[in-house]
């Protein structure tokens, strides 16, 4: 078609793509800009149309790595991209939904799925690849799949940029996985692991569970997927990673440890839960011993879950749907912690309904033993449950059955969000760590004297800056501490650079650090010996 007879088709000048490639990649409003008037703008000599040449503007599209709200707007502002393109590999497609397909190709969990497994995810996304990116996009910004440490109670696993794991601290199940009994007061490689990658860890009480890039399940430690933390279960030592027949056919990317039962989430967005599900708990009757996963029935059957949240007897589930992200609890109510406005318990999970009240999107959620939080995408935090020694941030030991607004980290956004027995800590977009809660064990990284007096067991009602971790001059990403309510607290600080720093108690090795004469914590952070990066 003539570009110059054609007022209807919308076209791009040639010397835009020919000497100036690079200026539609960055910055992304100059994206917009230029769509727009390619869009819009009237044709004149030396132009050709859009629809001439799809794989180009598809090409474009893809190298801006636009998220699937940038492709919904240029959709919305301009028919050109609402049409069916007409192009592989589905010719019906248009060329915003041809770009978010074509993005997903590229992310490590959609490339190894099958044509059917697609549609069937892009079903229970919404239908369309937008929705699907989103999903995926959500997933990997909460679910951390580089490198990553995991405080567990008594021990620690820290898992490799290149998926190797090291195990340290106490040892009595083999929840090591080197195949003793022995505690480990420095970081070991699990070399059985050898070939396989890891990407994500989850710890419980004498007992680990490791997630590969295939989505393989390794298990070890108490042979129990639901015991207490001294119950009778569990009596045999597994001092190996195996894998977990039950779920081969599955495949996993989180594992969730609370106490009386362990969930693991599925590529697709499905929750599965072992053992404590009995028909008055999690809507399905189980065994304690159970090593069979059961689907968590009720609303989330249908509705694709990108990342779980285990506490005390309590499940949390961020969900992915069309009309945004959203929050549902399941299990005991006590303290509030479910965020319904009462202390009853949850057969079925329900959603948390104060979030569309606060106007705010959850982007990450975190369930401590009785209390959790969540970071909205707007940076704000919201903490709930149980406010015993001031672990909800909210200058008070109040209980608050519905979550609310952290009003004294109004000025900072966060980015992430951690929660353990009664404490909370919060990273913001700079990489600055807040704390709050229950000081004991030195846990909370406040250990400069005020006034003559060290004040790193004292207890803290509002979100207090770590300046021991300020002074590292390093940007902090992800923040680990114990979840256990018989355990002593430590805390785990990485960086961007692959950097460790540990604090809080390390009696039984797990801070990875040797300790001095009769030392039994460490006050404030001190690196690794452990490159993570």
């Known amino acids: 078609m003539d570009a110059t007879t054609s007022e209807a088709t919308p076209s791009i000048p040639l010397h835009l793509i020919i000497d100036e490639p690079l200026s539609l990649v960055s910055p992304l409003q100059q994206t917009y800009q230029r769509s727009q008037r390619h869009c819009f703008g009237e044709s004149t000599p030396g132009e050709f149309p859009l629809a001439a040449s799809p794989s180009i503007v598809l090409h ?289 999970p329900r959603l948390i309904e104060r979030f569309q009240q606060l106007n705010l999107q959850p982007t990450v959620v975190a369930a401590g033993a009785w209390h959790a939080a969540v970071v909205g995408k707007d940076g704000r935090v919201c903490t709930w449950g149980w406010g015993r020694y001031g672990c909800l941030g909210h200058g008070n030991e109040e209980c608050e059955s519905a979550p609310k607004v952290v009003e004294s980290l109004s000025n900072i956004k966060a980015v992430h969000v951690a929660t353990g027995d009664y404490t909370t800590f919060v990273v913001s977009e700079e990489g600055d760590v807040y704390s709050f809660g229950c000081g004991e064990s030195s846990s909370l990284g406040h250990s400069i004297a005020q006034e003559g007096e060290e004040n790193r067991h004292n207890n803290v009602v509002t979100p207090q800056l770590v300046t021991s971790l300020k002074r590292t001059n390093e940007k902090v990403v992800q923040i680990s501490l114990t979840n256990s309510i018989y355990w002593n607290a430590h805390t785990f600080a990485l960086t961007d650079s692959g950097k460790l720093y540990a604090f809080g108690a390390g009696d039984k090795g797990q801070l990875g650090i040797e300790l001095v004469g009769q030392q039994t914590e460490r006050g404030h952070p001190e690196r690794v010996d452990l490159d993570l990066s």
């Open 60 to 348: 474009v599209l893809t190298s801006c790595n636009l998220n699937p709200e940038d492709l919904a707007h240029l959709e919305a502002t301009c028919t050109f991209f609402r049409k069916p393109a007409n192009f592989a590999p589905d010719f019906q497609l248009s060329i915003s939904e041809l770009a978010a397909l074509d993005m997903c190709e590229k992310r490590a969990i959609f490339k190894p799925m099958g044509d059917e497994e697609r549609q069937v995810l892009k079903q229970r996304c919404g239908g369309s690849w937008k929705l699907v990116l989103r999903y995926i996009l959500a997933g990997e910004a909460c679910r951390r799949e580089k490198s990553q440490a995991i405080a567990g109670p008594g021990h620690s696993i820290a898992v490799t940029s290149g998926g190797a794991v090291y195990t340290f601290g106490s040892n009595n199940s083999g929840q090591l996985g080197h195949g003793t009994l022995e505690e480990e007061w420095r970081p070991r490689l699990i070399s059985s692991l050898q070939g396989i990658r890891i990407i994500q860890a989850a710890a419980g009480a004498g007992r680990s569970i490791l997630i590969s890039d295939t989505g393989k399940v390794y298990a070890f430690g108490k042979d129990s997927f639901g015991e207490a933390e001294y119950g009778a279960q569990g009596s045999k030592a597994v001092t190996k990673p195996q894998m977990v027949e039950s779920l081969k056919d599955v495949f996993i990317v989180q594992a969730a440890i609370g106490n009386f039962f362990t969930a693991v989430l599925s590529r697709e967005g499905r929750v599965y839960t072992f053992s404590w599900g009995n028909d008055t708990k999690l809507g399905h009757q189980t065994e304690p011993n159970d090593v069979e996963p059961h689907p968590l029935l009720g609303p989330l059957e249908n509705i694709p879950v990108v990342q779980i949240a285990a506490g005390y007897c309590y499940l949390l589930a961020l969900t992915c749907q069309p009309s945004g992200m959203s929050v549902y609890s399941v299990g005991c109510g006590l303290g509030g912690k479910l965020g319904h406005g009462s202390r009853t318990d949850e057969k079925y």
